[in-house]
T-cell receptor
């Protein structure tokens, strides 16, 4: 069964450093997403991406965050200058279709646990 | 209450019993999805119910949706120890390109 692959599984970084989280979505999917989950809390939407541009973003996704699909297979999330409160599990997801026509759920990756020290 | 709010927050039952989790939401939706998350792991899609459906089954899972009350329930029948996990409802919000997750229900099945 196709999977969404995320690397690394765990990253520790110093406050103020830049981090790039990587994701390889399912190959025939067109919609890509990043979510995060602070330990013990609910899963929060960060950004959705379609046709090489951001289609929606949350309040969390401020100027410190950016996304990119550099080569047609990878989908990355960059945090420019990490803060302690960015520590969380970051999930990438992809889907084939969006909106009312959807019949299947999203496919999520296993996540990257980001620890900012 | 928040969009996609589940209750109970935690549920502990004996193996073989049925587990019911509820979810309420606020906005108009295209569909509602349920996901499972084992501790520290990724989210696994369980079942999707569209806004024009009222009930859906998949194996031991039964989902209902009441759009007039903006609520859904997930029933797991004949529970097993392996069903121990957190369960989240997520609404596919109409007019938006995102899922909004609830707080989740932590389900513990005691052998």
């Amino acid at each position: 069964e196709p999977e969404v692959t995320q690397t690394p599984s765990h990253q520790v970084t110093q406050m103020g450093q830049e981090v790039i989280l990587r994701c390889v979505p399912i190959s025939n999917h067109l919609y890509f997403y990043w979510y995060r989950q602070i330990l013990g809390q609910k899963v929060e939407f960060l950004v959705s991406f379609y046709n090489n541009e951001i289609s929606e973003k949350s309040e969390i996704f401020d100027d410190q965050f950016s996304v990119e699909r550099p080569d047609g297979s990878n989908f990355t999330l960059k945090i420019r200058s990490t803060k302690l409160e960015d520590s969380a599990m970051y999930f990438c997801a992809s889907s084939e279709i969006q909106g009312a026509r959807r019949v299947y759920g999203y496919t999520f990756g296993s996540g990257t646990r980001l620890t900012v020290v | 209450s928040q969009q996609g709010e589940e209750d109970p927050q935690a549920l502990s039952i004996q193996e073989g019993e049925n587990a019911t989790m509820n979810c309420s939401y606020k906005t108009s939706i295209n569909n509602l999805q349920w996901y499972r998350q084992n501790s520290g792991r990724g989210l696994v899609h369980l079942i999707l119910i569209r806004s024009n459906e009222r009930e859906k089954h998949s194996g031991r899972l039964r989902v209902t949706l009441d759009t007039s009350k903006k609520s859904s329930s997930l029933l797991i029948t004949a529970s097993r120890a392996a069903d121990t996990a957190s369960y989240f409802c997520a609404t596919d919000v109409q007019g938006a390109q995102k899922l909004v997750f609830g707080q989740g229900t932590r389900l513990t099945i005691n052998p």
